[in-house]
C-alpha cells in the first residue's frame, strides 16, 4: 500500500512539474511578443520590492494602528524635503530684477492670457503624451483624448473660466505620493523610502498649455530682438501678471 501511494505521489509529482515547465516556457513565447519587460526580468532574476505601510517604526517603537500610521505617514512625507528658508518675497537685491521693465510696451502682452479656443485646445488635449499615470482622480491624458464632444466642450469651458478668473480648482492641485524602496532593505522605516509624486492630469495640462503660451511669447520676443527692433530685450519682459507675487 505505501509503495502504492509513493509511486502515484512520484508520478503526480512528476506531471506537475512536466505542466508548470510548459507553462512557463508557453508564457516566456507569449512574453517575447507581448510583454518583452517581464520576460527579461524572468531571464535576469530581477524582483520588484514592494511596500506595504501596514506598520511604520518610529524612533525604534514599532506602530501598528491605522490611524497613528497614516498621521506618521503623512507628517513624514510633508516635512522629508525640510521646510522653506524663506516666507517667499522677493529679496531687496532681486527687486529691480523682477520689476517690470519701463521700456516695454505693455500692448505686446495683448492677448497672452486670452482663453484658448475650442479647437486649440483640443489640439493640445489630442497631442498630450500617452501612457502617464494619472493622479488622484485616476483622469489620465489617454482618458482625455476619448472624452465625447459634450465632455470636451465642458472640459474647454473650464479651462476658458481658469483664464478669466486667473485660479484654477482646487482638486486639480491635489497630487498623489507614492512610496517606493530604496536600494537598502524596507524594515517599515519611511526613511528607507523615496516617493514619486503624480499630480493631478487637469491640473498639468493646464500648466503645459501655459508654459506653452509663455513660450511661444518668449520666442516672438525674441525674433523681435533678432531683428534688432527698438524696445525688446533678448530676456523674456517681466510682466505683473508674470511676477512671482501672482
Known sequence: MKQTVQ?????????YDTSQMLHFIEQRCTDFKDNQTRMINSILQR?????????????????????????HTAYHFQNIVGRPTSDGSIPDEWQ??????????DSIYAGLND????????DFVRSAPA??????????????KHLGPVALDVLHQIT?????????????KRAAIYPIPKPTPWHHNLNNTRPITLLE????????????VWATFSQLILFYNHRNLPGFLVVLPCHPSMSPSN
Open 7 to 15: 509511486a502515484l505521489l512520484k508520478q503526480e509529482q512528476k506531471e
Open 47 to 71: 524582483t520588484q520590492d514592494k511596500i506595504v505601510i501596514d506598520r511604520v517604526e518610529v524612533d525604534n517603537d514599532l506602530i501598528t494602528d491605522p490611524a497613528s500610521i497614516r498621521l
Open 96 to 105: 529691480q530684477d523682477y520689476s517690470p521693465l519701463e521700456s516695454i510696451d
Open 115 to 122: 482663453p484658448p479656443s475650442f479647437i486649440e485646445w483640443l
Open 131 to 144: 501612457n502617464k499615470a494619472p493622479g488622484p482622480s485616476g483622469v489620465s491624458y489617454d482618458l482625455l
Open 160 to 172: 476658458c473660466s481658469c483664464f478669466r478668473l486667473q485660479t484654477i480648482p482646487t482638486g486639480w
Open 201 to 212: 492630469t487637469l491640473g498639468k495640462l493646464w500648466s503645459r498649455f501655459l508654459i506653452l
